[in-house]
């Protein structure tokens, strides 16, 4: 099974300019946990996660620092992780080193590329630009699919 038998299609995304409210409200009208971002010609540039809005200083959630280390880098080595916890915008706070995967990509792939980067989705991207979606929850439904079915499982590879 490929990742295109079982991504998500018509995803929504957002773009770079937009607000973090308007994000929010998207995410929470549309009922997802994150969004790709995509410049004006449509090509991703970036991931919008729940996580990336929840750590907020506003909230007290942003990640807490040693000391010491806050004493490092007071003279503006941790620009980013301000950002991060006060910008407005999308640009501001999304994760912009984005692990991405093709549709003819092996589901196995997926899996992999998913517990070695600690992450629950990846954007399917053609030409740069985003054509699907696949969760971990997509994952979950081919599974119950295949044992429904009664298809054999494969077979490990140890």
């Known amino acids: 099974m490929n990742v295109s038998d079982v991504m998500t299609h018509g995803v929504v995304s957002i773009e770079p300019g937009a607000s973090e409210r308007d994000a929010i409200a998207c995410m929470a009208r549309c009922r997802v946990d994150a969004l790709p971002v995509v410049d004006a010609a449509g090509t991703l540039v970036g991931m919008l996660t729940e996580g990336d809005l929840l750590r907020r200083v506003e909230m007290a959630t942003e990640a807490a620092r040693p000391r ?3 004493r490092l880098l007071a003279a503006g080595a941790g620009a980013d992780d301000e950002a991060r916890c006060h910008g407005r915008r999308v640009a501001d706070v999304m994760t912009a080193d984005v692990v991405t995967v093709g549709a003819d990509a092996p589901l196995g792939e997926v899996v992999r590329l998913m517990e070695t980067h600690g992450i629950r989705r990846l954007p399917v991207v053609a030409d ?16 119950a699919a295949c044992l429904a079915e009664g298809l054999p499982r494969p077979r490990s590879r140890d």
């Open 128 to 143: 740069g630009r985003v054509v699907g979606i696949v969760s971990r929850a997509d994952l979950v439904g081919a599974l």
């Open 68 to 70: 010491w280390l806050e």
